[in-house]
């Protein structure tokens, strides 16, 4: 592939042929997409889907591999640690080397989810008092208390496995949504890998062997479907969570919990988007939860560049539906508060988070791992893609921790669009 292909900047947008204008979107994976499916990967609204429609759904799809082998390249170069960057891809699945913007773009979008992620498990007054030593011979610090993600359309998505194989004793229940064509491969993947299947233990256990974990672990025979006590696996078209309201196996309404979208709602009509997290923060989770949400969306697509993108994908025959509603970061921001989260809201672009949150010795760092020749070029995508978050909570009494008061006091958004 070369490297006007492969690199989504403006030429690359100006250019009919890239396949690549999606990378630092990365996984719009593979969502919800045009068209609601079944199992078997058909329509589960209407009938008689054309083939162009199945295309469609199959382009948007694709991206999960694309970013997924963005991923493992920037694992392979340095920029990122993760054991298990290749555990879902196919065996002979080549790996090829991605330019320095899409490493780069890979390594903030994960630096600053992972930030978010880690604060609202770690960062409360509650998980610093656990770390604390004990003075003889006073009793041992009370187990952390248990904590629930819920990723929308997560695909491949390696966070549960990254988190619980650095902490075997986290307490913490992690659920997936996606299409069950696409949760059935990661399924598979499971079965057959022991690593994985060790790390599917009883959340907060500390164990981290095979027997106790496939003991505990409920796979369905289509291979669609797995639970545990600390990691789920639902198949379902998220256009109808909010009609149907199925109940999710394992999932917790009265625990602390956070949400996930990295680029996934953006594909569903903007009223479809909106109702899936209305339902979330209205009917699953009453108002004394706390709950946050973490998304990672492109935004700007009104000016000169992100015209041209929007155009580029829409060639490819991909739609970003709510772009032109929440294409900006007030507009996230707002967003979030008018769904529910109205405790607070941050967001702030790619090229913010570079250069506000990541430490200066870590840019050093990756900057020593390859040259980046095209930093205009960096600067222009980087401020087209977004992360925001918000969050609600109500006022706790006694001087009890606030679960999300480390996303208040130490996440820095960004005060303006320009």
């Not at 969306?297 to 509603?325: C, H, S, W, Y």
């Amino acid at each position: 592939m070369s490297k006007q292909q492969q690199i989504p900047h403006l030429r690359t947008f100006l250019s009919s042929s890239s396949s690549a204008s999606s990378r630092l979107g990365g996984k719009a994976r593979s969502r919800l997409r045009q068209q609601p499916q079944t199992e078997d990967g058909g329509s589960s609204v209407k009938t008689g889907i054309s083939s162009s429609d199945k295309a469609k759904d199959k382009i948007v799809q694709d991206t999960d591999r694309d970013a997924s082998v963005s991923r493992l390249s920037a694992v392979e170069l340095g920029y990122l640690e993760d054991p298990f960057a290749r555990q879902f891809l196919m065996e002979d699945e080549k790996s090829p080397r991605r330019f320095p913007i899409i490493n780069r773009g890979t390594y903030v979008r994960t630096h600053a989810i992972d930030s978010l992620v880690d604060k609202f498990l770690f960062g409360g007054v509650e998980e610093d008092a656990a770390h604390q030593p004990a003075p003889a011979p006073a009793p041992a610090p009370p187990p952390r208390k248990k904590k629930q993600i819920i990723s929308l359309g997560a695909g491949s998505d390696t966070r549960y496995f990254r988190l619980m194989s650095a902490r075997p004793s986290l307490a913490l229940v992690y659920h997936e949504l996606d299409f069950a064509s696409n949760t059935a491969p990661k399924i598979a993947s499971i079965k057959a890998s022991s690593t994985l299947l060790s790390l599917l233990s009883g959340s907060g256990s500390g164990s981290s062997s095979s027997s106790s974990s496939s003991s505990s672990v409920q796979i369905s025979a289509d291979l669609t479907s797995l639970t545990s006590p600390s990691y789920n696996i639902h198949p379902i078209d998220l256009r109808t969570l909010h009609v149907s309201k199925p109940a999710l196996p394992n999932l917790d309404p009265t625990l602390p919990t956070l949400l996930l979208s990295e680029c996934c709602l953006i594909y569903l009509p903007p009223a479809d988007a909106d109702a899936i997290l209305k339902h979330l923060t209205s009917d699953v989770f009453k108002p004394e939860t706390p709950l946050g949400m973490v998304i990672y969306e492109p935004i700007r697509p009104a000016d000169a560049f992100g015209r041209v993108m929007v155009q580029n994908l829409a060639r490819r025959g991909i739609v970003m539906q709510t772009l032109k509603r929440y294409g900006s970061l007030g507009r996230q921001r707002e967003r979030l508060r008018v769904l529910g989260f109205e405790t607070g809201q941050g967001a702030a672009d790619v090229h913010f988070i570079w250069e506000e949150w990541v430490g200066e010795r870590e840019k050093e760092r990756v900057g020593r791992l390859e040259m980046l020749d095209e930093v205009e070029e960096w600067r222009l995508l980087a401020g087209h893609y977004c992360v925001a978050w918000g969050w609600r909570e109500r006022e706790r009494e006694g001087g009890e921790s606030s679960v999300f008061g480390s996303w208040r006091q130490g996440v820095v958004g960004q005060l303006s669009d320009d």
